[in-house]
């Protein structure tokens, strides 16, 4: 339905532009019949089409056989192909070259219409003219785009006779429809590709990305002193506090409650009463301790002056001894009571018992997005209940399933990629350097299906994975080579049969049916049906098909 709608819509498009540009006439002015002396037609001017896909320019010229001395117009196309645009303004300038080697230039200040520069340049003489336009930017630098070599004829007689050139004949679809949709084109090459093995694949939950609070037993769910209740979808960190339960307290454990709580008081009041003693303990220690100095000082004076014996003043310095063991046994004390005061301090503090048993924090065990909450403000809730839900979604898990046949085809060592649902075309690599690694490949074969398992871990840049997505997987194999290709985008399915559009000349398309080979992300082998080097319609492709089936077909040439 979705691509019969797109059908209609470009079919609408294309059908108005045609008769519009029908209408309008199909004789450039500068190509008008003549009359012969008997009133009969006489042939047209010949002319001649050029185009040419230079470094940033698409251009399509048309031109009467150019005659020394005559003016020719030139109807010249110029097409952005990074924007797809026609240029809209700016200068352009012909640049020839004559056989001499003499140089001319003809500016052209803006186009005549959009994307349409129509000058008139007169060759001073006959011979091989080199011809390239110098494009200023309107952004970036100047482009030089070279046409090639054009003849100039010496007389009108000398042109009529020149051969006529074969315009290149296939479905007609004018830049003027080209410009409206944007339609663009690539140029077909040759590419390393790399057969790849598709497999069904789906998002998987990594083991320690998802975290669950539940409350140690049954009570109140209240918020956190300060702050809200989270929300679904708020970020919270590991350990951060996101809600507190209160326990209820009623009869035998009420009355166990406040028996505890009793005890705790006078534990916290013998505790408070020793640490006292201990700190007086230490305080009297330190004094003998400074008092046995002093002694010590005034023996070994008196001893110096013959006034004291050797023994009291080993006596005295033994006392020190002593005094400095007492004084590091009561600082020792001193030292493990306020560790265990510290301790004490952060358990929590004993409650009245008509309130119930003090609060017990809800934390966040790992960081990530609340998905899911199971409970309200105020609700009793039970101690087996998953109140809050926790999911880190930075890192996950691609699963596929690759039957045993393909085992083998398929290395280790080989890259994967997988593409999100609504972007196609676009590969995500699941190994390498900043994306992922293979996590386990094959190691069982289910008897059912045939097939093995293979797991990836991979950053879920922009968070564009869902757990259970179910992803396209694309593996590598050993199969590669050097082949014809072109973007995925070119085809165009016909009745089953995969086709593509190869731009001829400027207006000029051709329908080519295609046997394709292997496909390496947004590219394509071509086994027969192009060549490199030729251009196929990547954007815009199936509006070139509807032109091919339109009753409304323009003559050639354009009302300029």
């Known amino acids: 339905m979705c691509r019969s709608r797109e059908y209609l819509m470009i079919y609408f498009l294309a059908v108005g532009s045609f008769a519009v540009l029908f209408g309008c006439g199909s004789q450039a002015p500068d190509q008008p019949r003549t009359q012969g002396e008997e009133g009969q037609e006489q042939e047209e001017p010949k002319t001649a089409q050029i185009t040419v896909w230079g470094k940033r320019y698409e251009l399509f010229i048309e031109h009467r056989y150019i005659v020394a001395g005559t003016p020719t117009r030139f109807i010249t196309h110029v097409t952005d192909m990074q924007t797809l645009e026609p240029r809209q303004r700016g200068t352009l300038t012909f640049v020839m070259q004559g056989p001499g080697g003499e140089t001319q230039e003809h500016p052209c200040q803006n186009p005549d219409r959009t994307g349409i520069y129509i000058p008139s340049i007169t060759f001073p003489k006959a011979g091989a003219w080199k011809v390239s336009l110098r494009i200023p930017p309107v952004e970036g630098p100047e482009v030089i785009e070279d046409i090639g070599t054009l003849t100039v004829y010496p007389s009108q007689a000398a042109a009529d006779e020149a051969p006529e050139q074969e315009a290149p004949e296939g479905i007609s679809f004018l830049k003027e429809q080209q410009w409206k949709i944007l339609a663009g084109t690539e140029p077909v090459t040759k590419r390393r590709m790399i057969e790849r093995i598709r497999l069904a694949g789906f998002v998987a939950l990594k083991p320690g990305t998802k975290g669950v609070v539940t409350p140690p037993f049954s009570g109140r769910l209240e918020a956190p002193a300060g702050k809200p209740l989270p929300m679904l979808g708020d970020k919270v960190d590991a350990g951060?506090?996101?809600?507190?339960?209160?326990?209820?307290?009623?009869?035998?454990?009420?009355?166990?409650?406040?028996?505890?709580?009793?005890?705790?008081?006078?534990?916290?009041?013998?505790?408070?009463?020793?640490?006292?003693?201990?700190?007086?303990?230490?305080?009297?220690?330190?004094?003998?301790?400074?008092?046995?100095?002093?002694?010590?000082?005034?023996?070994?004076?008196?001893?110096?002056?013959?006034?004291?014996?050797?023994?009291?003043?080993?006596?005295?310095?033994?006392?020190?001894?002593?005094?400095?063991?007492?004084?590091?046994?009561?600082?020792?004390?001193?030292?493990?009571?306020?560790?265990?005061?510290?301790?004490?301090?952060?358990?929590?503090?004993?409650?009245?018992?008509?309130?119930?048993?003090?609060?017990?924090?809800?934390?966040?065990?790992?960081?990530?997005?609340?998905?899911?909450?199971?409970?309200?403000?105020?609700?009793?809730?039970?101690?087996?209940?998953?109140?809050?839900?926790?999911?880190?979604?930075?890192?996950?898990?691609?699963?596929a399933r690759i039957s045993e046949a393909d085992l083998s085809r398929a290395a280790s060592g080989l890259g994967a990629y997988f593409e999100v649902p609504g972007k196609k075309g676009e590969p995500i690599a699941l190994t390498g350097e900043g994306a992922g690694r293979l996590l386990m490949a094959g190691q069982e074969i289910d008897p059912t299906t045939r097939t093995a398992r293979l797991v990836y871990e991979t950053r879920n840049k922009d968070d564009l994975l869902k757990i259970g997505l179910a992803v396209p997987v694309f593996l590598e194999t050993a199969h590669a080579e050097e082949a014809v290709a072109i973007p995925a985008s070119a085809l165009v399915d016909e009745d089953g049969r995969p086709v593509v559009y190869v731009m001829l000349g400027g207006e000029a398309f051709e329908k080519r049916e295609l046997t394709l080979g292997i496909r390496d992300g947004g590219m394509v082998q071509v086994l027969s049906g192009l060549e490199a080097g030729e251009r196929v319609v990547t954007k815009g492709a199936y509006a070139v098909r509807l032109a091919s089936v339109s009753t409304v077909i323009p003559a050639h040439g354009h009302a300029h």
């Open 240 to 399: 951060q506090v996101i809600a507190v339960v209160h326990p209820p307290v009623a009869g035998s454990d009420l009355l166990a409650f406040h028996g505890n709580q009793v005890q705790i008081k006078a534990l916290e009041t013998e505790f408070a009463v020793k640490g006292a003693e201990i700190e007086s303990n230490a305080i009297r220690e330190r004094v003998a301790f400074e008092q046995a100095q002093a002694i010590l000082v005034r023996v070994k004076k008196l001893f110096e002056e013959q006034a004291k014996s050797k023994r009291e003043l080993e006596e005295a310095e033994f006392a020190v001894r002593a005094a400095q063991a007492s004084m590091d046994a009561a600082a020792a004390m001193k030292k493990a009571y306020e560790d265990a005061k510290v301790r004490m301090s952060a358990l929590p503090e004993s409650s009245d018992p008509r309130k119930g048993y003090p609060p017990v924090e809800l934390k966040a065990p790992i960081s990530g997005t609340i998905t899911e909450i199971n409970a309200v403000l105020g609700e009793h809730v039970s101690a087996d209940r998953a109140l809050f839900v926790i999911l880190d979604p930075s890192t996950v898990l691609v699963e």
